[in-house]
């Protein structure tokens, strides 16, 4: 499998549940690393809300990477919710951290796990779900005379042209779907020098 879907884009999202204030934060993410630096961010940002708790998806099915996060709210009340708001809507490649500011009022375990994950939803569906195709991306070099035919195959397997340089020879790096990537490459060498492919 290819494809995936997440977030169209970033935003921030508030929503008032019982006199408490729920910002849900949502942003694209492709590594733990981001998804943390992210986290941090937001942390640094409300520290001092009540919680910021979280969630982050990467990739699916056995290839699937998750965690999740209370900050201090009861146990499975929070960061649980905010997944599965993700995987309700399908989506992956993203993190979500609420932030919390309390309001007077206890909400119960009950009341916390619907409030998590009515902001997380809430904020997914303002943030809108694409459709993203996994890819390859692909450097390489040809010679004017190869051109035509260098182009002729971008535009057959729809190859994303990310930035190109003309000097003496043309060195181009593309993006590719997955799935065609194997085939495309085949062709490629016959007209082209592969630099790089990953």
Excluded: W
Excluded at 13 to 38: C, G, M, N, P
Excluded at 126 to 133: L, Q, S, V
Excluded at 180 to 188: T, V
């Amino acid at each position: 499998m290819d494809e995936y879907k997440t977030i169209a884009k970033n935003l921030s999202y508030e929503i008032k549940i019982e006199r408490s204030l729920f910002i849900a934060h949502v942003q694209k993410i492709d590594t733990e690393e981001e998804a943390k630096i992210f986290i941090n961010k937001i942390k640094e940002e409300h520290k001092q809300a009540t919680h910021n708790c979280y969630a982050y998806r990467i990739g699916l099915g056995k290839n699937e990477i998750f965690y999740y996060n209370d900050d201090g709210e009861p146990s499975g009340t929070a960061g649980k919710p905010i997944y599965g708001a993700m995987a309700r809507y399908g989506v992956t490649n993203l993190v979500i951290v609420v932030t919390r500011y309390f309001g007077g009022k206890k909400l119960g375990v009950r009341g916390l796990i619907d409030a998590y994950g009515e902001a997380a939803s809430a904020a997914i569906q303002e943030a809108g779900i694409i459709t993203k195709f996994v890819s390859k991306t692909i450097s390489l070099q040809c010679t004017y005379p190869q051109l035509n035919q260098v182009n002729y195959l971008f535009n057959k397997y729809k190859a994303e042209i990310i930035s190109q340089e003309f000097g003496e020879q043309i060195n181009y790096t593309v993006v590719v779907r997955e799935k065609k990537a194997e085939d495309f490459l085949k062709k490629l060498k016959a007209h082209s020098k592969i630099i790089n492919c990953f």
